[in-house]
């Protein structure tokens, strides 16, 4: 059994010097380029464009991801939407200020508590959400069918626990503070 020193899992450098065994590093290499390409490659931008519009009809992902959220949840407090989004509250509040300039969500005040803020789709909101949630299912169908529906399920549960996995690292990352 061969080791080499560990890359790093994007660009594969391995000035490391913890040992790990060379197939490992081939896998953490290939998923580390797969992550990249999702994130960064030709084919990202063109899946923005597809699934959430070009020019002045488009809106950027994390605009697509506030009218999703609330598209699927209706009307949430800010500080509810912000946590569905895993971003800061100023996030939110910027987010939620461009949606409400293009009318696609208006700000209420919660009838509950008055100090609270709720935001929710507006007609035009309903309509931009629909467009995009039809766009993504002709997209992923399309995509997931080069997969048998086995490889899909496995896909699934692999995207979920890698998720999973990459909050806990941070996690663990923002714990390590602590300890010093």
């Known amino acids: 059994m061969t080791s080499t020193p560990s890359p790093d899992a994007v660009t594969g450098d391995t000035s490391g010097t913890q040992a790990v065994e060379a197939p490992a590093i081939a896998t953490r290499r290939r998923v ?3 992550w990249r390409e999702i994130r960064r490659g030709a084919a990202a931008g063109r899946i ?3 699934f959430y519009g070009m020019g ?3 809106l950027d992902m ?3 991801d506030a009218l999703s959220v609330l598209g699927q949840n209706g009307s949430m407090r800010m500080g509810e939407l912000a946590e569905a989004l895993r971003i800061t509250p100023a996030s939110t509040t910027r ?3 461009c949606l409400v300039d293009r009318g696609f969500v208006e700000r209420v005040r919660a009838e509950s508590d008055q100090r609270s803020i709720e935001v929710s789709l ?3 909101g309903r309509d931009r959400y ?3 949630t039809g766009r993504v299912q002709v997209g992923l169908t399309q995509i997931l069918s080069e997969f048998s529906d086995d490889e899909q399920l496995l896909l699934a549960e692999m995207l979920e626990r890698f998720t999973q996995a990459v909050d806990h690292y941070v996690d663990s990352q923002d714990h390590a503070g602590d300890e010093a």
């Open 32 to 34: 580390g380029r797969a």
């Open 130 to 132: 629909e467009v995009i």
């Open 48 to 50: 923005k464009d597809l």
């Open 56 to 58: 002045e009809e488009g």
């Open 62 to 64: 994390a605009l697509a």
């Open 95 to 97: 987010a939620v200020g």
């Open 122 to 124: 507006t007609p035009a």
